[in-house]
């Protein structure tokens, strides 16, 4: 394989489309309301309209506007168009209106602040190509970059413009992607590793499992980019079980590059050898954790061990590691072959490009969304999202999952990039963002986050363990309105210890939901409280006399 | 002591080969361990496939892995009953995931849930005494757009309710 190659493979496939596009989205939010269905009644009416010379139906990945699917869209005379909530049944009708007949289905508005406030990097291929079809992906220019970088980038410079670029990991703490490459490429070692994080385990994240369904070659490139810079030959892509779409796809996709030479032994007649497994999950939130991921690629339990080492020097098997999260390597091949500059010139001074949010919760539109950091919260909620439905007032944004906090209204016209998450007691996360309203209660949602870790929580270390377990019947004992000040003091006391002394990730930030929902809606917690029974101080004498009396 | 334990343990491995011989979906396994070169870090994989094959994890298949991939039982016991996604038990024949994530919790999945558990009259994680469901509880499926879902025998369904859920599983209890 060689670039001309990839050339007249895009050429040709180019050549092979139609006039007219009907894309249906093919991802797992529309699959499930039977969108395969609806794929394959549009190409056969497609046939029987007898419009086969000039329309396509294609699968495509996640459109975004995953509340109002099933989707299906429509590239015709240059123009874009958008169906919502198509059923099976109304195939004959869309594709009658491709004719200009009359068509019932709801029409989607392209125009829509939830569409046109969006800045599409990781997800610009998203609804656009097949993710089961490489050439879909050549034919837009992909693995472009990845030649770009092999045949005219030394590692050492790729390792430079990613730098420049500013990028910080996606996955949650924001580490700068660029330091991290160098690290790894400058720990000594004859075989080094990289790994794909796709261990989305946030529950009210699923950009992730977006990014793999829709452009599983965007991921394999971004990690082919990386392993060259850092000198590995090996990777490994860690994908949860929950997701079998997205592993069927990316087997796919990796028997496809295979085939064509862009994985493998001598990749565009280079030296350059990258070979790509998949690591399947089994369900525990702690292997989002780096170690304890490494742990579970080994065939290990996954627990998470105390860093240093740092994965960059020792990882899997004693070797030099490279983990990033999926959509750290989704931003890879445009920072590659646009440039770090480029890049850096998106968003603000510390967080630099776009971020992926899954805009879920009491709001009415849900779905994914891409902007640029130190976009305002309010543009997000209010423009894009739409507010809350039927006359609700929103309460809260809750982001960052169960590491994260609830950001309250008053606090809507944030911007949103990472240090303004941190100050105001949440984190960025993987870009999951939850929209409570006021009928949601929030020391039950602290209480929800808590049982989550509670049972999450891999056991290895004791405040993790049992701190979190004290914590949930603390909640719950004030849920159920049998607790007093003192409890309170005590549960705040248990966030300070569990946060402060735990090993991981996992049991540092699990106090966060509860710290910061008593940071801004104490009030709710202290409605509540019971008065204490033995004084405010507790001390011998009002005992002795609440026991006379 | 020591020949006695070495008896007990050749006798379980004799028990497990034997059981091993008559069953065709043994045969996959090991053809699927061998696709590994019977590496231990596959053992996750192996454990994967054997619950696909099984539909659970008894003793003696655990130990049958152990013994081919030359792993401690221990081990392939604590790695199975780490993860959440093994499941020790035999299941029901069909299965119902209420998600409980995020967005799902906001939007009532836990009422769902309740619904469920009421109709039914069991706890998420058992299964009925007829063996007909198995009711289980997901930490997110990805599935936040449509919330809140739940997966009846692994398809997904959009934007449930009580009501749709019980007409869901009435068909099979």
Redesign the interface.
């Known amino acids: 394989m060689q670039l001309d190659d990839l050339n007249a493979i895009a050429e040709k496939h180019k050549s092979s489309r139609k006039k007219i596009c009907l894309r249906s989205c093919m991802s797992?939010?529309c699959?499930?309301?039977q969108a395969d269905v609806t794929k394959k009644n549009l190409e056969a009416e497609v046939k029987a309209q007898g419009l086969e010379a000039d329309v396509e139906v294609r699968r495509v990945g996640c459109m975004g506007f995953?509340?109002q699917?099933p989707l299906v869209g429509v590239d015709q005379n240059g123009s874009h168009g958008l169906w919502e909530f198509v059923k099976p049944e109304d195939a004959p009708a869309i594709v009658g209106a491709l004719k200009g007949n009359p068509c019932h289905v709801q029409r989607g508005d392209p125009n829509h602040p939830f569409f046109a406030r969006q800045m599409h990097i990781v997800r610009a291929n998203g609804g656009i190509v097949d993710p089961e079809r490489i050439e879909d992906y050549i034919a837009i220019g992909g693995y472009k970059a990845l030649h770009h970088a092999l045949t005219e980038m030394e590692p050492a410079q790729v390792v430079e413009e990613v730098t420049k670029s500013g990028l910080r990991g996606r996955g949650g703490a924001g580490f700068p992607t660029g330091l991290k490459w160098g690290t790894v490429a400058k720990s000594p070692g004859a075989k080094k590793y990289v790994v794909c994080n796709g261990d989305?385990?946030?529950?009210?994240?699923?950009m992730d499992?977006s990014v793999l369904e829709s452009d599983p070659h965007l991921v394999l490139e971004g990690m082919a980019i990386a392993a060259y810079a850092i000198g590995a030959d090996q990777g490994f892509l860690y994908v949860?079980?929950?997701?079998p779409l997205a592993i069927t796809r990316l087997q796919t996709a990796i028997k496809q590059a295979k085939q064509l030479g862009l994985l493998g032994g001598g990749i565009f007649e280079t030296p350059f050898t990258f070979n790509v497994d998949i690591?399947?999950?089994?369900?525990?939130?702690v292997c989002g954790e780096e170690t304890a991921l490494m742990a579970?690629?080994?065939?290990?339990?996954?627990?998470p061990r105390p860093r240093p080492p740092f994965p960059a020097e020792s990882g899997l098997w004693g070797c030099p590691t490279l983990i990033n999260n999926v959509e750290t390597f989704a931003n890879i091949t445009a920072i590659v072959s646009r440039g770090g500059a480029w890049y850096a010139g998106i968003g603000t001074e510390k967080s630099k490009g776009t971020k992926v949010f899954?805009l879920?919760?009491?709001i009415k539109n849900?779905?994914?969304i891409e902007v640029p950091m130190g976009i305002p919260l309010r543009q997000i909620v209010e423009e894009m999202g739409g507010g809350a439905p039927d006359g609700g007032k929103i309460k809260s944004v809750?982001t960052g999952?169960p590491s994260g906090g609830c950001i309250p209204a008053e606090y809507l016209d944030t911007p949103v990039d990472y240090e303004s998450l941190t100050k105001l007691g949440s984190i960025m996360g993987s870009g999951?963002m939850?929209?409570?309203d006021d009928s949601?209660n929030m020391v039950e949602i602290a209480k929800?986050?808590m049982e989550?870790c509670m049972?999450?929580s891999?056991g290895k270390c004791i405040p993790c363990r049992a701190g979190t377990v004290q914590m949930f019947h603390l909640l719950e004992k004030i849920l159920s309105r049998r607790a007093t000040a003192r409890d309170l003091a005590k549960l705040e006391e248990l966030c300070d210890m569990v946060k402060n002394t735990s090993l991981c990730g996992l049991g540092q930030t699990a106090p966060n939901p509860v710290i910061s929902t008593l940071r801004f809606f104490r009030k709710e917690y202290e409605e509540l409280l019971q008065p204490d029974p033995f004084g405010p101080r507790g001390n011998g004498e009002a005992k002795k006399q609440t026991v006379t009396t | 002591m020591v020949p006695t334990l070495l008896n007990e343990k050749q006798k379980a491995v004799d028990r497990v080969m034997q059981h091993a011989s008559g069953d065709k979906r043994f045969k996959i396994l090991e053809v699927h361990m061998k696709k590994h070169q019977f590496k231990h870090d596959a053992l996750i994989e192996v454990l994967h496939k054997a619950q696909e094959l099984f539909g659970y994890l008894e003793d003696d298949l655990l130990l049958f892995v152990a013994y081919k991939l030359k792993l401690p039982p221990s081990r392939v016991y604590g790695v199975a009953t780490f993860y959440h996604f093994f499941t020790l038990k035999p299941q029901g024949k069909h299965t119902c995931v209420v998600c409980l994530g995020t967005a799902c919790y906001v939007k009532g999945s836990a009422k769902v849930l309740a619904a469920i558990e009421e109709r039914t009259r069991i706890k998420s994680g058992e299964t009925t005494p007829d063996n007909q469901l198995s009711l289980l509880t997901a930490r997110c499926i990805g599935a936040c757009g449509i919330a809140p879902a739940v997966t009846y025998d692994g398809q997904v369904a959009p934007k449930q309710t009580p009501q749709a859920a019980l007409e869901h599983i009435g068909k099979w209890i």
Do not use: H, W
């Open positions: 797992a939010g699959m499930s309301s995953c509340g699917g989305e385990g946030d529950p009210g994240a699923f499992r949860r079980a929950e997701y690591r399947i999950g089994a369900g525990a939130f579970s690629v080994e065939g290990k339990r996954g627990t899954a879920t919760g009491k849900n779905g994914l809750q999952g999951g939850v929209v409570m949601t929800f986050y989550f049972d999450e891999c």
